[in-house]
């Protein structure tokens, strides 16, 4: 794996810019000290202002807590200025603490206070349950696993630098919760620190795939019998570019990211819109199933953006026609967030969060597969309460990929596909990576998880309740208008446990049309 050092940080990746002020107040006391032993002892009284400048500037360089400052010494503190004097302006002139995109500021700094383990409550709250974990597996799996409420979503190595990759899952180790691998593979900096994995098994089957691109079932086993591997998810679209493949140029394609994914270095990497390993709903569960004998009996599941919801529906009706059960469904709401995507796919296409998340659950729920078949949720999850709505409305537990982010470091500079993230998060830049120190951040990480799971079972026990699993629709109101606010259950369907198959449903509504045009062995609408 490549190190980044302190050669890197001074001499590569726009060196100078990163460095001006570093450069400039040693250059000055350089000056000064010349020009004040050449009889011109008046001038080093100008060492009071500069020395103290050029020391900050190499504390920043070399300490260990701060991306920005480690990667732009004394000029990173500009911001922190910019930050005291934010909320002066912005109150006069520009937003309120609830705008912002894609995260306000005060989300932002609901995540910043609890990685960094500042204080984020208010006195005489409720006092929280234990902690409680989910069960994902079914009777058709030998290997369940007990996940936490919050884990880290999908984010591949290539996408995050290798330096983040390991904080994360370094991170999620000491907060024992899963971190997904993203469909990029599994790199050394997942295996590093011994976190628990979910290996995402995207279209492009990287870390499994013979030659052709195809996937290799050999190659996969091996990989899968990882102990730190948990479970397998099947990636059949995401949130931020349902729909859409992907390329990694081959300039972007390095030796470390090639021996990941199983590809040429230096070959332009394809990641197909589709699978090539099934066609249908019923050869998907069939390729769960023979996925999970190969991963010796471990949870299996799917994850996607809902687009059409009679796929969704034929995904159901394949489970009962085959009698094989998914494991979990992950459901990416169409706000989720991604390094770069087309501005049309990711502001216009594939459903929010809410919806995809009640229409998975009706299709569970209706079809008798709630119990059995697990459903978290994906999308902008960044507080207990965020935790709290979805699993009123079905969510058994739920993946964050930004906040954790936010964690590590991040901004939002909204530079991820440039390749010069400030903070070394989603870069390749060896310079760059070096302002994110592993063991600092993964504590950030750990710290950020706990402070929110924790919030959760306040909200839990605030609510009278014994678990998050006793949340329920009529728990979550919306305003409606001024003068009106409805439960939740009084403005979308919650269908009863096997009401689908039951025929109790109308087929005249949504729910009963979208049943109607489901079809086990194509994703097409029939009739």
Same mark, same amino acid.
């Given at each position: 794996?490549?190190?980044?050092?302190?050669?890197?940080?001074?001499?590569?990746?726009?060196?100078?810019?990163?460095?001006?002020?570093?450069?400039?107040?040693?250059?000055?006391c350089a000056i000064v000290i010349a020009v004040g032993l050449d009889h011109h002892t008046r001038w080093l009284w100008a060492l009071v202002a500069t020395v103290p400048l050029a020391g900050l500037a190499l504390f920043d360089l070399f300490q260990t807590h701060h991306s920005l400052r480690r990667n732009y010494p004394?000029?990173? !503190?500009?911001?922190?200025?910019?930050?005291?004097?934010?909320?002066?302006?912005?109150?006069?002139?520009?937003?309120?603490?609830?705008?912002?995109?894609?995260?306000?500021? &005060?989300?932002?700094? =609901?995540?910043?206070?609890?990685?960094?383990?500042?204080?984020?409550?208010?006195?005489?709250?409720?006092?929280?349950?234990?902690?409680?974990?989910?069960?994902?597996?079914?009777?058709?799996?030998?290997?369940?696993?007990?996940?936490?409420?919050?884990?880290?979503?999908?984010?591949?190595?290539?996408?995050?630098?290798?330096?983040?990759? #390991?904080?994360?899952?370094?991170?999620?180790?000491?907060?024992?919760?899963?971190?997904?691998?993203? #469909?990029?593979?599994?790199?050394?900096?997942?295996?590093?620190?011994?976190?628990?994995?979910?290996?995402?098994?995207?279209?492009?089957?990287?870390?499994?795939? &013979?030659?052709?691109?195809?996937?290799?079932?050999?190659?996969? !086993?091996?990989?899968?019998?990882?102990?730190?591997?948990?479970?397998?998810?099947?990636?059949?679209?995401q949130g931020a570019k349902p729909g859409h493949g992907g390329l990694l140029p081959g300039a972007k394609v390095s030796a470390e990211i090639a021996r990941t994914r199983d590809v040429r270095e230096g070959v332009d990497c394809l990641s197909p819109a589709c699978h090539s390993a099934f066609s249908t709903p019923r050869? =998907?569960?069939?390729?769960?199933? !023979? =996925?999970? &004998?190969?991963?010796?009996?471990?949870?299996?599941?799917?994850?996607?953006?809902?687009?059409?919801?009679?796929?969704?529906?034929?995904?159901?009706?394949?489970?009962?026609?085959?009698?094989?059960?998914?494991?979990?469904?992950?459901?990416?709401?169409?706000?989720?967030?991604?390094?770069?995507?087309?501005?049309?796919?990711?502001?216009?296409?594939?459903?929010?969060?809410?919806?995809?998340?009640?229409?998975?659950?009706?299709?569970?729920?209706?079809?008798?597969?709630?119990?059995?078949?697990?459903?978290?949720?994906?999308?902008?999850?960044?507080?207990?309460?965020?935790?709290?709505?979805?699993?009123?409305?079905?969510?058994?537990?739920?993946?964050?990929?930004?906040?954790?982010?936010?964690?590590?470091?991040?901004?939002?500079?909204?530079?991820?596909?440039?390749?010069?993230?400030?903070?070394?998060?989603?870069?390749?830049?060896?310079?760059?990576?070096?302002?994110?120190?592993?063991?600092?951040?993964?504590?950030?990480?750990?710290?950020?998880?706990?402070?929110?799971?924790?919030?959760?079972?306040?909200?839990?026990?605030?609510?009278? =309740?014994?678990?998050?699993?006793?949340? !329920?629709?009529?728990?979550?109101?919306?305003?409606?208008?001024?003068?009106?606010?409805?439960?939740?259950? #009084?403005?979308?369907?919650?269908?009863?446990?096997?009401?689908?198959?039951?025929? #109790?449903?109308?087929?005249?509504?949504?729910?009963?049309?979208?049943?109607?045009?489901?079809?086990?062995?194509?994703?097409?609408?029939?009739?």
């Amino acid at each position: 794996m490549r190190k980044a050092n302190i050669g890197a940080a001074l001499f590569t990746d726009r060196p100078l810019s990163r460095n001006i002020l570093l450069v400039l107040t040693l250059a000055a006391c350089a000056i000064v000290i010349a020009v004040g032993l050449d009889h011109h002892t008046r001038w080093l009284w100008a060492l009071v202002a500069t020395v103290p400048l050029a020391g900050l500037a190499l504390f920043d360089l070399f300490q260990t807590h701060h991306s920005l400052r480690r990667n732009y010494p004394l000029t990173a !503190r500009i911001r922190w200025l910019f930050e005291w004097l934010r909320p002066f302006l912005r109150a006069y002139i520009v937003e309120s603490d609830l705008d912002g995109r894609p995260f306000s500021h &005060d989300e932002r700094a =609901l995540v910043y206070a609890r990685a960094k383990g500042a204080e984020d409550a208010h006195p005489f709250g409720a006092q929280a349950l234990a902690d409680t974990r989910v069960k994902v597996g079914n009777d058709q799996c030998a290997r369940p696993y007990s996940a936490s409420r919050l884990n880290i979503s999908a984010m591949s190595f290539g996408a995050l630098s290798g330096a983040a990759i #390991e904080a994360l899952n370094r991170g999620a180790k000491i907060g024992n919760f899963y971190h997904d691998t993203g #469909e990029g593979g599994i790199s050394p900096y997942h295996l590093k620190h011994g976190g628990d994995l979910v290996w995402e098994i995207g279209s492009g089957y990287f870390g499994c795939r &013979d030659e052709a691109g195809n996937f290799d079932p050999e190659c996969f !086993r091996d990989h899968a019998a990882r102990e730190q591997v948990k479970m397998v998810e099947i990636k059949l679209s995401q949130g931020a570019k349902p729909g859409h493949g992907g390329l990694l140029p081959g300039a972007k394609v390095s030796a470390e990211i090639a021996r990941t994914r199983d590809v040429r270095e230096g070959v332009d990497c394809l990641s197909p819109a589709c699978h090539s390993a099934f066609s249908t709903p019923r050869e =998907l569960v069939e390729f769960a199933a !023979r =996925l999970r &004998d190969l991963a010796g009996g471990k949870p299996v599941g799917i994850k996607l953006c809902v687009g059409y919801p009679h796929e969704l529906f034929a995904v159901a009706k394949a489970m009962l026609a085959s009698g094989i059960h998914l494991d979990f469904v992950v459901i990416d709401g169409a706000e989720g967030g991604t390094g770069a995507a087309p501005k049309e796919l990711s502001d216009s296409v594939g459903m929010p969060l809410r919806e995809g998340l009640i229409i998975a659950r009706n299709a569970l729920a209706g079809t008798g597969l709630k119990g059995r078949v697990k459903l978290a949720a994906s999308g902008k999850v960044a507080s207990g309460a965020a935790m709290a709505m979805n699993a009123a409305l079905g969510a058994d537990w739920c993946n964050a990929a930004r906040p954790f982010m936010f964690a590590l470091g991040c901004v939002q500079s909204m530079r991820c596909h440039t390749d010069t993230c400030p903070t070394g998060i989603a870069t390749q830049s060896l310079a760059r990576q070096r302002g994110l120190v592993v063991p600092d951040k993964a504590q950030r990480v750990a710290n950020f998880h706990k402070a929110t799971v924790h919030a959760l079972h306040e909200m839990v026990a605030a609510a009278g =309740l014994d678990s998050p699993d006793d949340f !329920r629709p009529w728990h979550l109101r919306q305003r409606i208008n001024v003068a009106e606010m409805r439960q939740m259950d #009084e403005i979308y369907p919650f269908v009863e446990e096997g009401a689908l198959v039951a025929g #109790e449903v109308d087929p005249k509504t949504p729910l009963g049309r979208w049943w109607r045009h489901a079809d086990p062995d194509s994703f097409k609408r029939a009739g």
